[in-house]
């Protein structure tokens, strides 16, 4: 799953796609966009640079963590 | 294709943590510095998007506690809780010098803001005393018998980092790859990289060049998890450097494939990128069985990796699996704790991130781990072979990483290492005019932009599986299948019929639809010469002899190998 950007918050200023490790992100009409999502690391650079918070990154499903919930 | 051309007297290929530290140390010899980048500086490389923990040998601390530069060697090689994962076969000379200047580095580090001392530690970390005001480290145990690691709060080290570099002035060439040393009448002189944006050629010119692109061979093998992106390590760092160093004729360090002889833990269940799953829970985890039982009390505890994998093969025999983190037992200063660790520790921070957006907690949730069974095949991997300056066979090339084992692989080693690498390098270019081969530049221009101007043949993609394909096979006719036949039977004609396909993809013209596409085509090219010089070592029956290094190195086409004995300074004490 690509990273999520809120467009109502995203200030289009283009630092997640300036920093971005593996080149997912581009400017696409002005808007960053997950244009290669399928080479995601999911290491969070993006949503870390994003000063304005409109970033978050969402694990998919084969990441998801397998747990025990022992405690209510 | 678009051609830039730069002078300068260092550079720097890649810019992760290696590479940001040899251009400090090259800058501050007052020597021109350039970085290229395959990624963008401020949050390239293994630590990206942070890192927690950093062994080091303190000497206001240690010396104090009977713990020396030389116990440490020996530890890291033989005694100690991963010395037995090295097996020995690590350069105990760069492991020395990685423990002695580790804490100038980490000194280097706090300079520019990186914060490694707390007013506040836990009675969990090591109880020292600090001179008077000054605040203290947080230091647990973990890689080592001795308590030396550092808890630190890395998440911004490398935009910390890049802003220092821009301080001193240094280039930096974000988004090009380096796909070219270049090497005139006996010396590096330079390099050719390009740019995953825009396609455009930089010809870099100089007379010290240093090799900082990472340790990792990401694509190389089919990915455990059907994910190539889903890995350990970072996924842009493809042997770019194995390849480069290779094709300019430096001598390289090669480990064939393995077979794992023990069980292990590395990670969450599903989530690979989650190096230091367990050890970063330090101090609240603890490893259970599916009954609940403890088996390993806290994961970062010095009992012998020996004392930890037979509890955790007791329990994986008894069929009492799967196997968990557990928190829910700790108090919550200690979760809190571990949270905190977490947070710093680059990939560790988006769990954290998605396990709130997913509703688990470490207080009331046990999170699944890997069980990594005996037995399991290794790939094998290539490394620049270095003397302890950091200088290759090659002249006027020095090295940072990937270079040959020099103990647990994590942050001291590429710190260290690209220090002294960018200060030799600085020290070398004095005076010094680089000359370069116009005709290797261009035949390098050339091969770059043919994928781009190929409008038949295979995508990146296609290539890769087929080269993974082959190099499952590698890995399989190596190692014996399973069960394993004895040593001898290694399958020369199938290792033959493996070099035989990797020959056929080189031969295949290689497709790139745009500039991002071709940096991903040319990352399987590396991949695929790195492929072909494993095999072809693994045809070498010198290649397994025991307690030797297994070298090679192109020279005319060909790739002559060398064995030679691994010499300790510190050899294993026997009784």
Redesign the interface.
């Known amino acids: 799953m690509p990273p999520r950007i809120d467009a109502k918050t995203c200030t289009r200023c283009g630092r997640c796609v300036?920093?971005?490790?593996?080149?997912v992100l581009r400017m696409v009409d002005g808007a960053p966009a997950a244009?290669?999502a399928?080479?995601?690391?999911?290491?969070?650079?993006c949503?870390?640079?994003c000063p304005s918070g409109a970033l978050?990154?969402?694990?998919?499903l084969?990441?998801?963590?397998?747990?025990?919930?022992?405690?209510? | 294709m678009n051609t830039q051309r730069i002078e300068t007297d260092v550079l720097v290929i890649g810019g992760g943590l290696g590479g940001c530290m040899a251009a400090m140390a090259a800058a501050r010899r007052g020597a021109r510095v350039t970085v290229m980048e395959k990624?963008?500086v401020?949050?390239?490389?293994a630590a990206?998007?942070g890192n927690d923990h950093f062994w080091h040998w303190n000497p206001e601390i240690h010396p104090g506690r009977g713990w020396t530069v030389e116990k440490m060697v020996r530890d890291i090689s033989w005694d100690g809780p991963y010395g037995a994962l090295s097996g020995g076969a690590i350069d105990q000379q760069l492991t020395e010098v990685v423990a002695s200047e580790s804490y100038a580095r980490v000194k280097d580090l706090e300079s520019i803001g990186v914060n490694f001392r707390f007013d506040k530690i836990y009675p969990w970390n090591l109880q020292y005393e600090a001179h008077p005001g000054e605040n203290r480290f947080r230091i647990i145990p973990q890689f080592q018998s001795e308590w030396d690691t550092l808890n630190y709060e890395g998440?911004?080290i490398k935009?910390k980092l890049a802003a220092e570099l821009r301080r001193l002035g240094a280039t930096i060439l974000n988004?090009y790859m380096a796909t070219r040393i270049l090497c005139h009448v006996g010396a590096a002189s330079g390099a050719v990289g390009v740019n995953?944006?825009t396609g455009d050629a930089v010809v870099v010119v100089a007379p010290s060049v240093v090799l900082a692109s990472g340790m990792d061979l990401s694509r190389l093998y089919r990915s455990p998890?059907?994910?190539w992106?889903?890995?350990q390590r970072?996924?842009?760092i493809t042997g770019d450097g194995e390849a480069m160093a290779l094709r300019a004729g430096a001598e390289v360090f090669i480990r064939p494939p393995w077979r794992t002889r023990s069980i292990g833990l590395q990670h969450?269940?599903?989530?690979y990128?989650s190096s230091g799953a367990a050890t970063t829970s330090y101090p609240a985890g603890r490893i259970v069985n599916a009954e609940?039982d403890t088996i390993i009390e806290h994961p970062a505890s010095r009992e012998p990796m020996r004392v930890r994998r037979e509890a955790l093969e007791r329990s994986v025999a008894e069929g009492k699996t799967?196997i968990?983190l557990?928190m829910?037992r700790a108090p919550e200063e200690e979760i809190a704790y571990a949270e905190w660790s977490y947070g710093h520790e680059?990939?560790c921070?988006?769990?954290l991130?998605?396990?709130r957006?997913?509703g688990?907690d470490f207080?009331?949730?046990?999170?699944?781990l890997e069980v990594e069974e005996t037995g399991r095949l290794m790939g094998g991997r290539l490394g620049v072979w270095i003397s302890p300056e950091t200088e290759t066979s090659l002249p006027g090339l020095y090295a940072a990483s990937p270079v040959q084992p020099a103990g647990e692989v994590s942050a001291p080693i590429p710190v260290v290492l690209g220090y002294r690498a960018g200060d030799r390098a600085a020290a070398n270019a004095e005076g010094k005019t680089p000359s370069v081969d116009e005709a290797e530049i261009e035949a390098e221009l050339h091969r770059i932009a043919a994928p781009l101007e190929c409008t038949e043949g295979s995508d990146w993609r296609e290539m890769n599986i087929a080269l993974n394909d082959a190099t499952e096979d590698l890995k399989r006719l190596f190692c014996g299948f399973n069960p394993p036949p004895a040593k001898d039977a290694v399958g020369k004609q199938g290792l033959q019929t493996v070099r035989e396909r990797l020959a056929t993809l080189r031969k295949t013209p290689i497709v790139a639809a745009d500039p991002?596409e071709l940096?991903r085509a040319l990352e399987v090219l590396n991949l695929i010469e790195v492929a072909d010089t494993i095999t072809e070592a693994a045809l070498d029956p010198r290649v397994t002899e025991p307690e030797a290094w297994f070298l090679g190195k192109r020279s005319s086409g060909a790739t002559v190998f060398r064995s030679t004995p691994i010499t300790y300074k510190y050899p294993k004490e026997v009784g």
């Open positions: 300036e920093v971005c490790p593996l080149d244009v290669y399928g080479e995601c690391w999911h290491c969070g650079a949503a870390m640079e978050r990154v969402e694990l998919p084969h990441m998801h963590p397998v747990v025990r919930r022992v405690k209510p | 990624s963008h401020d949050r390239s490389g990206g998007s998440r911004d935009p988004r995953q944006r998890s059907g994910d992106f889903n890995s970072p996924p842009m969450f269940k599903g989530l990128r609940g799967p968990y557990d829910t680059g990939l921070w988006v769990m991130e998605a396990m957006d997913l688990v207080r009331k949730d046990r999170l699944e991002h940096i």
